[in-house]
């Protein structure tokens, strides 16, 4: 990767300069949303159980309605469905708001709101992909989706923090209003600002059912081996490497006897690597991207290993960074992957898996991840996933290169 190539800078494009801008400050709002909805649930239920139900009801949404949601952004106008389910996004922060202002809170109300607010998530985060590539130039498309992950993990530091003021210096259920404020600047580019020639036609008079519209996919995957070999690295990649961030608690504990600030540091060097490797992408220039997932995956390796085996605090601390930077590689470079040797007419049913394979996982991997940790221990079982996750994405990485 030649570095500092800012021939392709998408920033230069207005549409996209819009997009990053909406993007931001709406994911500023969903990460205080998701912090403040956490604290609710603790609040209502005093109970890890009730966290670890809320936490299953929180993903069933993405495995239902992953594939339906990438059908739906094959068949409509794509900027008039994002400019509608962003608008749809507003109502459930105002219904928790307002329940919770009102104090006519339960359990059971809370999960079936937050369902609903996933639900459009499910189809949220795969049209915001898909959407990058009408607006920019294929050849700037990498380095779109590496701003948008530096947006999104400077979000994930931004909003925390908020959370955390508002409900220190204000009251619990401002955060959900102010989620539904942070929707209206991007809503708001979507309907006036951002504008565009469509690179393709929808066929109104020939929508295919659901299963021959998948068909399309599975032709196109014997076709191009390397797509779903991709997919694959992304499925273990979150299932064996990502899902492990959930035993920080665990480390910081038992193997440091650290408390609360030790785990925040820890947090905090894997936003940062993120945000690093994310910058590392947008000043460069990536060549032989399947390459590059292999290298990420490695990175991640050293730094899972180093974390769960290190003694040494500075250096454990250089390990979360690696992880993180090592997630900001990987994903965009896997994502841009998928959606450059895609036809753009069945892009959002292939990144419906992308997907799937990203954020339904996530909380497959971390629940088994918790459960196993206590059985063989934190340093053996990461091992093991490292381990998996090498073998596997090496297996999958050989035959994109012999397939594609």
Known sequence: MAFLDLSENPIKIKNFRYFILGHFISFTG?????????????????????????????????????????????????????????????????????????????????????MLA??????????RQVFISEIVPSTYLTKAISFQALSFNTARMVGPFLAGLIITYGQLYQCFYFNA???????????FFIKYQKSYQIDLENKKNFIEAFKEVFTLFRKQRALPAVIGMVFSFTFF??????????????????GGKEFGQLSSMVGIGAILGSVYIILGKVKNKLSKLWVSTCIFALGALGLVWSKIWWLTLFCCLLLGFSFTNFYPIANSYLQENTPTEIRGRVMSFFTLSFLGVHPLGSFLAGVLAEKVGVGWLVSFYVLSLVLVNFFLLNIAKLKK
């Open 30 to 114: 969903s990460w205080t949303y998701n912090t403040a909805i956490v604290w609710l649930v603790y609040e209502l239920t005093r109970s890890s159980f009730y966290l670890g139900i809320f936490s299953l009801f929180n993903s069933l949404p993405t495995f239902v309605f992953s594939f339906l949601a990438g059908l739906i952004i094959d068949r409509f106008d794509r900027k008039k469905l994002l400019t509608w389910v962003v608008f749809l996004g507003i109502l459930p922060s105002v219904l928790l708001g307002f329940i919770t202002q009102e104090g006519r809170l339960s359990f059971w109300l809370v999960v079936l709101i937050n």
């Open 181 to 191: 404020l942070s929707y209206l600047p991007f809503f708001l580019f979507l309907l």
């Open 241 to 258: 490497g990502a899902s492990i961030l959930i035993l920080f608690p665990i480390i910081v504990d038992k193997l440091f006897g650290g």
């Open 118 to 127: 996933v639900s459009l998530a499910s189809v949220d985060t795969p049209l």
